[in-house]
């Protein structure tokens, strides 16, 4: 009987602790990892959400890039951080499924060393090359790379992330070589597409329209189901002879595995709370990228199934990093 009651007060406790842990929270400033270089998709969305957090719970939003190995670096560091929500991963969630695959060891599991919060977005992946490339369309770049096997070169956030791997289907789909070259992010990736040192790039559409529509860049496709509204102009791949090719970039926020449901709860509803608003969806959409929200357990299940679609392509290509 005295076991019984020492159980049934400790799991009063922890019920206690909990709702108390949900009812505080958050106390002190929050800090969102992201683990690519400022400019690319994970940090303006991180920027953008921050501030709207702030305008709720009076609490700091700090970002921080922490940048290497194609985001293992930012996602190790809050896979080993403290369990309490205040440590989190904005991250392209492509990047966490893929690099099991990619690396012949890893400091995490994506799957296992996390607490998903929430989906964020999806932005379709842009096809863009420099304006000197004498093409047009996707089919007069097959044309044009078959021409010159090997002598492109393909701009990608890092080796094994979601980029560099629609580069690697794209070319196998259609039989052509180039060069890829791994940078420590999307938007260095753009800067050095824009500056002439590479040829051609997949990356997020939020990180690279801007840039087409500058005119900085020469867009030839997205790689989305359907035409995206915000940039009618360009075609999606599947209308451009690849049935199927749909990729891109999906957004979502992360916690170390352990942090208290009712913290992730109140996290998830308040994050989507903010993606609805008229305000939050116009701003994306404008960029060509679309509010992706659903409860924690939907992105979980989001990553474990990428980590196997992309497995296949991964061995098929034999792509590895150091």
Same mark, same amino acid.
């Given at each position: ?76 560091? #809050? ?49 863009? #090359? ?193």
């Amino acid at each position: 009987m005295k076991t019984l009651l020492r159980n049934t007060l400790a799991a009063a406790c922890m019920l206690a602790a909990s709702a108390a842990s949900a009812q505080n929270y958050p106390n002190k400033p929050i800090r969102f990892i992201v683990p690519f270089a400022a400019g690319g998709t994970s940090d303006i969305l991180a920027r953008a959400i921050g501030p709207r957090i702030t305008e709720v719970w009076n609490q700091p939003v700090l970002v921080e890039n922490r940048t290497g190995a194609n985001g293992n670096v930012g996602a190790d560091y #809050v896979a080993k951080s403290a369990p309490d929500g205040y440590t989190m991963l904005l991250s392209d969630v492509g990047a966490l499924a893929i690099s099991p695959s990619v690396y012949a060891s890893m400091p995490y599991d994506p799957v296992k060393d996390f607490s998903p919060i929430v989906m964020v977005s999806y932005s379709p992946h842009v096809l863009a #090359v420099h304006p000197s490339v004498p093409v047009s369309n996707v089919q007069e770049l097959i044309a044009y790379a078959k021409a010159n096997p090997g002598k492109m070169n393909f701009a990608n956030s890092g080796t094994g992330g979601a980029p560099h791997l629609a580069g690697v289907d794209f070319a196998a789909r259609t039989g052509i070589q180039w060069a890829y070259i791994p940078y420590k992010g999307g938007s260095a990736a753009v800067v050095d597409v824009i500056a002439g040192n590479s040829n051609v790039l997949f990356n997020g559409m939020l990180a690279t329209y801007p840039a087409v529509k500058g005119g900085r860049l020469k867009g030839l496709a997205v790689s989305a189901a359907e035409r995206v509204p915000s940039a009618p102009e360009l075609p999606t791949l599947v209308e451009s002879g690849l049935p199927g090719f749909v990729t891109g970039s999906y957004q979502g926020l992360l916690a170390a595995a352990g942090t208290p449901r009712d913290i992730v709860m109140k996290l998830n509803a308040e994050l989507t709370r903010i993606l609805s608003t008229a305000e939050m969806k116009e701003f994306l959409a404008k960029q060509g990228t679309e509010v992706r929200t659903g409860a924690p357990e939907a992105l979980g299940t989001f990553i474990a199934n990428e980590k196997t679609r992309w497995a296949k392509v991964v061995k098929e290509a034999g792509i590895k990093a150091e």
